[in-house]
């Protein structure tokens, strides 16, 4: 990998998203003491080759049992704000009764240019967001309007997404493997980390590739 841009997210992005992937990353928050930063496991891509990452906004949905005055008012406020680069990460407490994303939601998140959402929750309208290649990661498929089953009651503060505290502006990035959160203020340690190591894994492949014993290249070079 180059030298990075920390001081360009857009540019660090597309070089994380070419390079880079959760399972490395999950290693590299290991050695930096974080060690639960992945997501649950049923959080998943809608289409095989989908890939996120970006600056967390966050969006908080509860249940609701009756419709309400404004319902939509947090949710549109929420995915108004987001910027180029951003990825909505929503939480709806597990949910199974409601459905907080869907096509519109997503075509105004692509078009405020943000890189793609993670809903630990139900969306719908799948096949047209498959067809839009957004980036979209979510705990299932479900045909109901949240109308009268969860209203956001927040968004850009802390929340509980698929088991990781997450909070606006930290880095999440999400591949076919699952999708893993970097604290804002571990960025570096952690891409770095990263990095040097995808070089280590590399070059321990080119061996084995060649004939070198698994005990061979890890004694060598101690990647695994």
Same mark, same amino acid.
């Given at each position: 990998? #180059?030298?990075? #841009? $920390? ?18 990353? +999950? ?5 930096? &003491?974080? =060690? ?14 989908? !890939?996120? !990452? &970006? ?11 009756? #419709? ?10 929420? !995915? ?16 199974? =009764?409601? +459905? ?15 890189? &793609? ?9 799948? =096949? ?5 290649? $957004?980036?979209? $990661? ?10 009268? *089953? ?6 850009? *503060? #802390? ?6 505290? !997450? ?10 493997? &699952? ?35 698994? *005990?061979?290249? $890890? ?6």
């Amino acid at each position: 990998m #180059p030298i990075l #841009p $920390f001081d360009d997210d857009q540019k660090l992005f597309a070089l994380m998203k070419e390079q880079l992937y959760s399972a490395v990353l +999950c290693d590299a928050l290991d050695q930096v &003491g974080y =060690r639960q930063q992945a997501m649950r496991a049923d959080i998943r891509p809608i289409h095989l080759d989908a !890939v996120v !990452v &970006g600056r967390a906004v966050t969006m908080q949905s509860v249940d609701v049992y009756e #419709p309400e005055e404004n319902e939509y008012e947090q949710e549109i406020a929420a !995915v108004d704000s987001l910027k180029p680069g951003d990825v909505l990460v929503a939480s709806t407490q597990q949910s199974t =009764r409601t +459905c907080v994303w869907g096509e519109l939601l997503s075509t105004a998140a692509m078009a405020r240019g943000a890189n &793609g959402a993670v809903i630990d929750g139900y969306t719908r309208d799948v =096949r047209l967001i498959q067809k839009m290649g $957004f980036p979209l $990661f979510s705990t299932g498929i479900y045909p109901v309007d949240s109308a009268g *089953r969860g209203v956001v009651i927040n968004y850009n *503060r #802390p929340v509980n997404c698929g088991d990781v505290i !997450v909070s606006p502006g930290d880095v999440v990035f999400g591949d076919y493997d &699952g999708v893993v959160v970097i604290p804002k203020d571990a960025l570096r340690a952690v891409i770095e980390r990263a990095a040097a190591k995808v070089e280590g894994e590399n070059i321990t492949r080119e061996e084995l590739h060649k004939g070198a014993t698994l *005990r061979q290249v $890890f004694d060598k070079y101690g990647v695994l």
